[in-house]
């Protein structure tokens, strides 16, 4: 870490300063340059707070040389992580996974039918929401507890490994059987929710924020996996920006960016990002071209229940021919 | 609500989202265009999702035109809001409050101390953080409980009503004594949460996301208050945009804008929002200069401590003149 | 366009609306709601400024539900533009081509060299700056004539069609032998220079501004257009957001609503977008994957010069890389 | 500055940035820690382009300590700038003004009158557009030089000094009796116009651009300076966010951070940063209780032509109400 005081600042401020970083056992390198005074960290930083340190009426500006992320950090873990769902169904390290599934859970028939209909289409796992997040406290809010109930019947019949969003801490416990838990982008920094899953032994999906940098994901990464869980998958679904045409804006670099800074696998959710259905294949196709781990795509069965799941939704045809053209990227990679 | 579909739709599609939209309980006004057709909603649209309608392969466009929330709207309560914290303290309908004190709570000196000295310069309110949202897994996270029991005994000694934040709903019980909850910008969508305060008696001060706009921020509060608690003040601490002098880019005209929309008292924190103690003075100033109905303002009280209680504070002597310069505003405002 | 009126209007406001919106010759539609009165105008609303309206005291919203662009408009031309170059380089309609050469020309050696590579590799046009947009005024600024010059040399010793970027309309006269005249992000709303570009018969390359959105490009193509000049390709090089990893933020979905909304071909800039030449690769794929009509990307010769070349270039073995990669995508898209 | 380089990168790799950092006439100063070697650049910076560095491949991060802006730089220029407009009207170092008038220039009669008006309710010098940047060429472009014509022609009535903004290097001669010459956001960065515009001895207002940093402001000044005009007067007028009730959201703090960084004096444009007259007046305040030099508020004489005066114009009622109320806190600072 990299510390520009400002110009005219007393000794004993300086001093200070630098005792108060050394007591957090790294070693402190300082040079007297013309306008101002730079001190260099070693060792380990992680601990000292940037933000803490950059406001100070001392310090002019701080940089961070090694990331604030350890067990996320590609630097000190080379190789990929690879997060086995189950025997057939892994992430990361060259497997390739495509989760598809209801916006949200309605009945056991709907799902049933779509499960069955991506799965012949080449989707590995199941997704649907049991608990929604809706800006709205007058829109329809999940079937909770009876939608987990209906995800883990389907999984019996068709044997799809089930993925479902969780959004309170106080749920945790009707998620037991449940294969992956996701992290809504809402909650990437629902710091609580993060320690808890920590405790648990089960893959977390956790989707970026929209309007989290990249290095937020991974300090959100680095809060499960510093309670023991290293099993994550990572979640690029778009960001907040001025553009309105699409709901939000797809940073695919953030692919890239990811598997450079960290070794955990990363998915892409298009459906989410966009927000219409007819994006939805163009952006599948470059997510998997920019060498993303997988993706994650809405899925609906009935035309007429299109309002309920959401704009986003494929229709199950829909759904095979961005399966087929997906899979043709792949190849293409090989 | 006014939808434009698009053009060459199939008749049964267009007759089928209308008698779904009239499911809602709405009357539709249908005009047809020579490019489109346009649907017109009147009627009581707040339980219609937009974002789902207007991602439709039939729907052009979406505009609503009475807002999606209700209880916070001035349209249907003209008359201010006043969140009354004490027989003293009070914001909103001409009522003006400055919340000072520490970002973290550390001892009972620490606060006593500068809870003291910001009464004594004219702030009605001692803020501390027992529950810290960090980044990094690796940071200072509070005292919890410890933290609440020193803001309790310092409320008793110094008579100031206390202000600190919530991170999960199972912390709940620990704020019995709390005169009013702070949700933070992180938890300003963790809608569980927002539920459950709505089940609660006790005035809430909800922070506005750093990526969330004005009409998510308004949502957020009609959660709470469709619960049944009402009593809610917005905080504007800034939004994130490519700035980076500041932390985060101040919206003061959000002040304006949610006064014109919403009948809620609004602060501005001008600590979080601009991340720099220098900068909180004129941001102070120019937050009561628009008519906020008061401020949110960090103080530590001892420039030895500084690295713990953060770049954004201010020494008692600095909020001593921060506070009367926000005090000649106010008197110039009348 | 709709636009909805705020209640309590008094009635000669709402009459002076009307006359003034029928005086550009439009039909108005009004109906009563039970909250305010909506207002629907059908015919040719290109030439009522949305903006203006939006502000006024007594209008709530305006909704245009026809864009504003008329020319660039797929609505009224359905069939793709395709900018035809020279006999063997075209950009759309199914005609994809790869731009490549230096950020700025420096010496005829160095764009001989770095042309006959690319060229090698399969670029169909040479690129390279000789008037270089700079934020600081210290930093060079271009061969100006003379890079012009050079890049004329190439092109007949190579026969490669050039473009390069114009800063002013006063320098015009020295692009009269250039091939395709690039409108950089910082002017794509200089709406002089786009007069003036409408005038000639020249392809314009015209780029996407760091904060417009995709209706501010097409409507900066429009301006072009309106003179005359209907040979553009639209170039998506990143916006402006909060995320630092990479210099801009790539905005890949871009390339699905533009070929959505406009008839007009579409390239992709990776190497300005990301801003490092690591990142290139995987985005110049992407960019293929999903349906861009071409790429444009920064190559240098000589690693020694890599600093005057920029971060984002890649060295003619790392462009032939690309190159293939990315033909491995145009094929799998068969 | 302080260049962080990468783990593992060959000597001659270092060797060779370092000898070319050389040849720009710093020191280098060299450390090498445990995971990286970091360069510590001594001397004038301000030719080195941080970019370009930033993106090379064995580099990992750059920090420019001393700012990339010399003339525009408290640091080297401690006191106040203050640009004399005329004897009576100057911007900075305790000068305040407002800048008012209409959004375009129509009729002599329609400016005179305003300009009557606002010069009695204490407004300083008199604006108004003759050339109109809009977004689309259907829009009105303004009356060119007739409309400055006009302007010179009131400012002889009315002794007010005139300021109109300029859209291209060929119009500068139209703009020889123009006391103040306006560069609009969108050509903020247009390098060439600024460079001219350095080699005229006129004070310049220069606007922020919708997606222009701090810096980037300070850099576009330094353009001009560079050139040997130093009369400059910055202007804050929104910047462009995820935000969509205000046209663009205003950053107060910026005024704070240009008066830390810069001499320069810095107005604010609440009327273009809103988009609606209701909150021109929070705003105006806002802005002149955090320390602004100038306010730039468009003001319309005539309701029924309110259209065409767009609709963030205030009547000169209006006018005269917000320059009460901006007085009054401008009595309250002292």
């Known amino acids: 870490m990299i510390i520009a005081l400002k110009r005219d600042i007393r000794q004993e401020e300086k001093e ?4 108060w970083l050394e007591s957090y056992g790294v070693r402190t390198h300082v040079s007297e340059g013309e306008y101002q005074t730079v001190i260099g960290l070693v060792g380990d ?3 000292i707070d940037t933000d803490l340190i950059s ?3 001392i310090v002019q500006s701080v940089t961070r040389i090694s990331e604030p992320f350890k067990k996320a950090n590609r630097k000190f873990h080379p190789d990929d992580t690879v997060v086995q769902v189950t025997d057939q169904v892994a992430f990361g390290g060259g497997n390739f996974q495509i989760i598809a599934g209801p916006c949200s859970v309605e009945t056991e028939d709907q799902v049933e039918t779509i499960a069955k209909a991506v799965k012949e289409s080449g989707a590995g796992m199941l997704r649907g929401g049991a608990f929604k997040p809706r800006t709205s406290p007058y829109d329809f809010q999940g079937l909770h507890g009876e939608g987990i109930r209906i995800l883990l019947e389907v ?3 068709t044997g799809m490994p089930i993925i479902t969003e969780i959004m309170d801490i106080g749920h945790l416990p009707l998620f037991e059987q449940v294969d992956v838990i996701q992290v809504g982008a809402r909650n990437m920094q629902n710091f609580e929710l993060l320690k ?14 929209l309007a989290n940098n990249i290095k937020e994901l991974l300090m959100s990464a680095e809060y499960i996996m510093a309670g023991g869980n290293e099993q994550i998958i990572l979640c690029e679904r778009g960001v907040r920006t001025f553009e309105t045409y699409t709901r939000n804006t797809l940073d695919l670099s953030a692919v890239a960016v990811l598997h450079e800074l960290s070794h ?4 892409v959710d298009p459906s ?6 007819r994006y939805v294949k163009p952006m599948a196709m470059a997510a998997a071209a920019c060498g993303a781990d997988g993706l994650m795509i809405e899925v609906h069965n009935d035309p007429k229940h299109a309002l309920c799941d959401g704009p986003q939704s494929l229709t199950p045809e829909q759904f095979d021919d961005v399966a087929k053209a997906v899979m043709k990227i792949r190849k293409a990679l090989v």
């Open 16 to 19: 200070h300063l630098i005792s």
């Open 45 to 47: 930083t992680t601990r």
């Open 55 to 57: 406001g100070l009426d």
């Open 155 to 157: 999984k019996k019949r």
């Open 196 to 209: 808890e899953l920590g405790r648990i032994r089960k893959p977390i999906l956790l989707k970026r924020g």
């Open 264 to 267: 955990l696998p990363v998915v």
């Open 272 to 277: 989410h990002a966009t927000g219409a259905a």
